[in-house]
């Protein structure tokens, strides 16, 4: 079966890159049980980039597109729960990639 791989690419100013990893870390298994979700990765830069890159990967373009639309996706990204103060954003822009898998080894 072929993944269906979404890159978000996020500049964040460099002294954010630690809180972006916390959060992210806070809501490690908050997308399991997610219909057609294969796993993510967060990958920090280990030069003097500022843009961390969240790989996810999925079983179809129309999984993506239902939790993009999903009130999870809403709370992971900063909405929160009702009654919760809506979180600022960690990154100054975000510009999202859409792959396919090519060729594995």
Same mark, same amino acid.
């Given at each position: 079966m072929s !993944?269906?791989?979404k890159i978000n690419a996020i500049t964040v100013p460099e002294d954010s890159g630690d809180e972006l990893g916390k959060r992210f &870390? &806070?809501?490690h298994s908050s997308m399991e049980g997610t219909p057609g979700f294969q796993g993510f990765e967060l990958l920090q830069p280990a030069d003097e980039r500022s843009t961390w890159l =969240?790989?996810?990967? @999925?079983?179809?373009? #129309?999984?993506? #597109?239902n939790w993009r639309s999903s009130q999870d996706?809403?709370? !992971?990204?900063? #909405?929160g729960e009702e009654g919760e103060p809506k979180k600022k954003p960690v990154g100054? !822009?975000?510009?999202? @990639?859409?792959?396919? =898998?090519? =060729?594995?080894?």
């Open positions: !993944s269906i791989i &870390a &806070a809501r =969240v790989l996810t990967r @999925w079983d179809s373009e #129309e999984d993506f #597109e996706f809403q709370k !992971s990204h900063g #909405e100054m !822009s975000s510009e999202l @990639w859409s792959y396919t =898998v090519a =060729v594995t080894g």
